[in-house]
């Protein structure tokens, strides 16, 4: 009896330890450039491929195999390579790409902000005893954070609205991660709304 439960205890050590070994145990699906793919070009089932690797160490907005439905019908906002992995920074919409602006808006203490993720930004005004919140643009594409600020992505035709803000408003900011639901921000002027807002869930 006790020569059967050590061969058990030694057959389920040995299961634990292949299972924490299997090289696979961590890996996952993720979409890259099957050929190159020239700038403006669109993403089909013929130029991406599906490859399996280990999630450690991948960038944080790859598109993974369940984004594929997400991914099909964008195109490439520059060259891809053959083999490159798909980022949210690398694609946009089919209608988007002709007109596109990068435009630096000063944000101080801007919370970390990854290429391809969304930003909310509000316009912070009035006097210090009586200062108001309100939102100026919702769910702006990040084309990167640097010092003092962040560079966002917006039309031509949104861009001297933003070069206003950045000269002439006190801009904040909220992240949000790339795919998530848009801002649905709204105002607030005193302390009564803010403490109201804060508590809903």
């Known amino acids: 009896m006790t ?3 050590a061969l058990g205890l030694g057959v389920g050590v040995s299961a634990a330890l292949l299972v ?3 090289p696979d145990r961590n890996a996952i699906d993720v979409y890259a450039a099957a050929r190159d793919i020239p700038a403006g070009s669109s993403l089909t089932s013929e130029s991406v491929v599906l490859v399996r690797l280990n999630a450690a160490g991948l960038p944080p907005l790859v598109f993974k195999s369940a984004d594929a439905r997400r991914l099909a019908g964008m195109r490439a906002t520059h060259d891809l390579a053959a083999g490159q992995l798909i980022q949210r920074s690398d694609t946009t919409g089919q209608d988007a790409l002709a007109d596109r602006r990068l435009v630096f808006m000063p944000v101080k203490d801007a919370p ?3 290429v391809g993720s969304r930003v909310d930004l509000l316009v912070v005004a009035g006097s210090p005893d009586h200062l108001s919140v309100s939102p100026f643009a919702l769910n702006v594409e ?11 992505v917006v039309s031509s035709k949104q861009a001297p609205a933003f070069v206003y803000a950045a000269v002439a408003m006190q801009v904040t900011a909220v992240i949000a ?5 848009s801002g649905a921000e709204g105002a607030i002027s ?6 109201a807002v804060a508590a809903e869930p």
Do not use: H, I, K, R
């Not at 991660?177 to 639901?181: H, P, Q, R, T």
């Not at 005193?190 to 403490?195: R, S, Y």
């Open 177 to 181: 991660s790339a795919g998530d639901a």
């Open 142 to 152: 990040v084309q990167s954070s640097v010092a003092g600020g962040l560079v966002v």
């Open 20 to 22: 924490f070994a299997n």
């Open 190 to 195: 005193t302390p009564e709304q803010a403490m």
């Open 3 to 5: 020569a059967l439960l």
């Open 112 to 114: 970390p902000a990854a």
